[in-house]
Every structure is written in structure tokens, then in C-alpha cells.
């Protein structure tokens, strides 16, 4: 799983994110790598950037959160994927009032 995961934050993550350079793209891209293979916990990588980064501790923890949530789902649907088995996913939310208004139209559809 972790290679899947790795596979991810390798395949041109935050390219369209603003306000990010490139060496800190590769940098974020290397501390979730590590943070992955060292099974590290989400405030690790985010003291980790905020240290080694010009980012805020809330735009970490977003990036953080974000990148991590997104690699966990794209090595899950992959390894499911390799099974060959029918797949059906189902929409999960906070129903808070972060929720972006398009989301909140899947929480009444059950699968996506």
C-alpha cells in the first residue's frame, strides 16, 4: 500500500496549487513520503513543514490532510481495483458547513 500511496504524491501532486514553488512542492512531496514509509502521524508532517517551509501552520494542515486523504483513497481504489470485483462507492460527509454546496447534493444519493 505504501508504494500505491508513494505512487500518488509522485504523479504531479499540487502542480495547480497557487502560491506553492517548486521546491516547496518537492519538498511537501518529500516529508509525505517520509512521513508514509515511517508511518508518521498528520502533525508530524505538519511541525515538519512548518519548519522547513515558509507555509502556515493552517495552510500545512490542509495541504497535510488533504494530500494524505487523497493517497490513502487513490491506493484503496486501486488495490480494490486489481480484485476484478464490481466496485460501488458511497458518499461520505461532514454535513458541517464546510461542506461545499455541490457535496451536499451527493449526501442524499447513496452511491456515486
Known sequence: MVDLINRYFESGI????KGI????????IAVL???TGEGRSLDWIV????IE???TPDRTRLIARTE???ASNYAAFYAAAKTGLLMKKVWLSAGDNRVRPDHQRL??????
Open 68 to 70: 494524505t486523504h487523497t
Open 53 to 55: 517551509s515558509d507555509l
Open 33 to 35: 513520503k517520509t512521513a
Open 14 to 17: 499540487l502542480k495547480d496549487c
Open 107 to 112: 449526501m442524499v444519493v447513496r452511491w456515486i
Open 47 to 50: 511541525n515538519k513543514l512548518t
Open 21 to 28: 514553488t517548486d521546491t516547496t512542492r518537492n519538498l511537501i
